[in-house]
């Protein structure tokens, strides 16, 4: 039982490149949710699907894209990647009556 | 005004003492509310959830929640070395029930 899992859990892009973070669940839980992290800025809500086939701007969605794929999977995409960017990219999932959300391990990403 | 306010410490305690860790939140709607833990370089946590007025016990976290004072706080009891980490406080909000995060507070206990 993983949990949540991300991968890459580390990458480097230029600018101007393009990527997609990768997150899995096996909690079986509905809803699942992107962050980003930065210093001094928290944990910010870029996208959400509060269940398959559904996906939501949540507060940063610029420069973003997301797919639902499955029950188990949903990815973020950077289409043109920017150095504001830079940042900790975490995955959660949350069973919607409960409210509570768990988190994968992250993705940090670097982009020059 | 930030959404979710928490003082970012660091806070200080000796081990063994009682770290006491707080929130206030602007959205009178607010219905759900977290605390999570989280170490250097890895993930939050969830170690606390309240979703009334009081306090909720578990092992040596205390959660307690007062919706009038749009407050909510964290005792952490018999605070040990490993419980040094950044404690988020997070609140549910709107129709979605989104979570938004505090900043965050370091705590460090030292021996």
């Known amino acids: 039982n993983a949990g949540v899992t991300q991968t890459p859990k580390f990458q480097v892009l230029k600018t101007g490149q393009s990527m997609t973070l990768q997150c899995a669940q096996d909690?079986?839980?509905?809803?699942m949710y992107w962050y980003r992290q930065d210093p001094g800025m928290g944990l910010r809500l870029i996208y959400y699907?509060?269940?398959?086939?559904?996906?939501d701007k949540g507060e940063v969605p610029n420069g973003y894209n997301v797919s639902r794929l499955n029950k188990r999977e949903f990815s973020l995409r950077l289409e043109s990647a920017a150095p504001s960017q830079t940042s900790v990219y975490f995955c959660?999932?949350?069973?919607?009556?409960?409210?509570?959300?768990?988190f994968g391990p992250g993705t940090r990403l670097l982009v020059l | 005004q930030k959404e979710v306010e928490q003082n970012s410490g660091p806070l200080s305690v000796p081990e063994g003492a009682i770290a006491s860790l707080n929130c206030t939140y602007s959205?009178?709607?607010?219905?759900?509310f977290f605390w999570y833990r989280q170490y250097s370089g890895k993930s939050p946590e969830l170690i606390m959830s309240?979703?009334?007025?009081g306090d909720k016990e578990d092992g040596r976290f205390t959660a307690q929640l007062n919706k009038a004072s749009q407050y909510v706080s964290l005792l952490i009891r018999d605070s040990q070395p490993s419980d040094s980490a950044t404690y988020l406080c997070?609140?549910?909000?709107?129709?979605?029930?989104?979570?938004?995060f505090g900043g965050g507070t370091r705590l460090m206990v030292k021996p």
């Open positions: 959660a999932t949350g069973e919607r009556a409960r409210r509570s959300q768990y």
């Open positions: 909690m079986n839980h509905n809803s």
């Open positions: 699907s509060a269940s398959e086939g559904t996906t």
């Open positions: 959205d009178r709607g607010s219905q759900s």
């Open positions: 309240i979703y009334s007025n």
């Open positions: 997070a609140v549910t909000r709107g129709a979605g029930n989104m979570l938004t």
